[in-house]
């Protein structure tokens, strides 16, 4: 079945440290990768996706993630972790020929502290 | 990019009443709509997608009768909740995908509390 993985529930890190959020797929042919980010009560905002060409995409907010494809692995990353960029982060995948629906992983909260 | 509107942003009511909730894509038509269903601190859950002027298609376990779903136009998509219970209590989520990459653009949501 295809899946995505986050497998950390909560990624704490300190203002201006480096952050990674983790996110593995299993999924057939080569899926579509995103990142959004959620707020309290709110939808979902649009960071960044991989969908061919360079494995390192930049995104909004200074994010960016790394595709690597041997470890079927989308990890997001920031140099430098502000304490606004403490959120609910969705890793989802599309897998192309089937449909536009997006598979979601069970989301990571990021809490950055002063 | 794109911009998504949902309508209510939260509605309370009480058991037994019927709960619309329109999503609209602002600036582009939307072939395919999609909406989504999250618990607290959970992932999203995909409930159906519909397609303009065609049935929707609903995920395994959601139930046709109780979450009607309508999507009469290329930029209009609504969600009824029939006969809502407290355990339909939740937060709805529709995204709307159209464009030369088919991209999901997303609402900002729909609190549901029923009483």
């Known amino acids: 079945a295809q899946s995505v993985a986050q497998p950390e529930d909560q990624v704490n890190v300190a203002e201006g440290n480096p952050l990674t959020v983790k996110c593995t797929y299993s999924?057939?042919?080569?899926?579509?990768l995103f990142w959004y980010v959620q707020y309290p009560n709110r939808g979902l905002q649009f960071l960044l996706k991989y969908i061919t060409g360079d494995n390192l995409v930049k995104g909004s907010y200074g994010f960016e993630a790394e595709f690597n494809k041997s470890q079927t692995s989308f990890h997001l990353k920031k140099p430098s972790a502000l304490v606004s960029d403490s959120a609910l982060y969705f890793c989802a995948v599309r897998v192309p020929g089937a449909g536009t629906a997006l598979i979601f992983g069970k989301g990571t909260t990021l809490s950055v502290s002063s | 990019g794109a911009v998504v509107s949902q309508h209510p942003s939260r509605v309370i009511c009480k058991s037994g009443t019927s709960v619309k909730i329109e999503c609209r894509s602002l600036d582009f038509q939307a072939t395919t709509m999609f909406w989504y269903r999250q618990f607290p601190k959970q992932s999203l859950m995909l409930m159906a997608t519909?397609?303009?002027?065609?049935?929707?298609?609903?995920e395994q376990g959601v139930e046709k009768d109780k979450f009607l779903i309508n999507h009469a136009s290329l930029t209009l998509s609504t969600l009824t909740v029939t006969s809502a219970h407290p355990e339909d209590s939740s937060f709805y989520i529709c995204?709307?995908?159209?464009?030369?990459?088919?991209?999901?653009?997303f609402g900002p949501g729909t609190r549901l509390t029923v009483l």
């Open positions: 999924v057939s042919g080569n899926p579509y």
């Open positions: 995204s709307a995908s159209g464009g030369p990459n088919n991209e999901q653009f």
């Open positions: 519909s397609n303009e002027g065609s049935k929707a298609t609903y």
